[in-house]
């Protein structure tokens, strides 16, 4: 997708699959009318992933997908998918994460490093609060250094 100068495409991670009923809080009849996007075991398909967007000599990846840990056989494929759209992981400047869910981070850290080491991390400071502030436990993901991190961005709005 093409606005103005900027440039937006979607980068996969994979696709995981779910019960539909559990991830939309609704009953197997509720689902009736859109049984089309059921396969046979009543299950949904969600795509996972982020968006690449390229302005000037900035490029940005919002949401970093699932990560490579959640279904070895389904997810795990956006750094690849990232360089085949020729893209290596150091060029990017900016990461935006629009929440901290475990599906739009799960490249953004191996727990310990940055995998995109030159990109600031950016996302909301209330998610980042609830997330990562001082209830948290400094064992879990991230690290308390990676958390740390200077290049982590986190604004008001």
């Given at each position: 997708?093409?606005?103005g100068?900027?440039?937006?495409?979607?980068?996969s991670?994979?696709?995981?699959?779910?019960?539909?009923?559990?991830?939309?809080?609704?009953?197997?009849?509720?689902?009736?009318?859109?049984?089309?996007f059921?396969?046979?075991?009543g299950?949904?398909?969600?795509?996972?992933?982020?968006?690449?967007?390229?302005?000037?000599?900035?490029?940005?990846?919002?949401?970093?997908?699932?990560?490579?840990?959640?279904?070895?056989?389904?997810?795990?494929?956006?750094?690849?998918n990232?360089?085949?759209?020729g893209?290596?992981?150091?060029?990017?400047?900016?990461?935006?994460?629009?929440?901290l869910?475990?599906?739009?981070?799960?490249?953004?850290?191996?727990?310990?490093?940055?995998?995109?080491?030159n990109?600031?991390?950016?996302?909301?400071?209330?998610?980042?609060?609830?997330?990562?502030?001082?209830?948290?436990?400094?064992?879990?993901w991230?690290?308390?250094?990676?958390?740390?991190?200077?290049?982590?961005?986190?604004?008001?709005?």
């Amino acid at each position: 997708m093409q606005i103005g100068d900027m440039t937006i495409e979607g980068v996969s991670d994979g696709s995981l699959l779910a019960p539909a009923t559990a991830m939309f809080n609704k009953t197997d009849q509720d689902w009736l009318q859109h049984s089309q996007f059921l396969d046979k075991d009543g299950m949904l398909t969600f795509e996972m992933g982020g968006f690449l967007v390229r302005n000037g000599d900035r490029i940005a990846l919002v949401d970093t997908g699932i990560g490579p840990h959640a279904d070895a056989t389904r997810t795990g494929t956006l750094m690849i998918n990232l360089i085949a759209m020729g893209i290596h992981p150091s060029e990017v400047t900016d990461i935006v994460l629009t929440h901290l869910h475990f599906d739009h981070l799960g490249w953004a850290t191996d727990g310990e490093r940055r995998l995109f080491e030159n990109a600031t991390y950016r996302c909301h400071e209330a998610d980042w609060s609830s997330s990562w502030g001082p209830r948290r436990s400094t064992t879990a993901w991230p690290s308390p250094s990676w958390a740390a991190d200077p290049r982590r961005s986190c604004s008001p709005q």
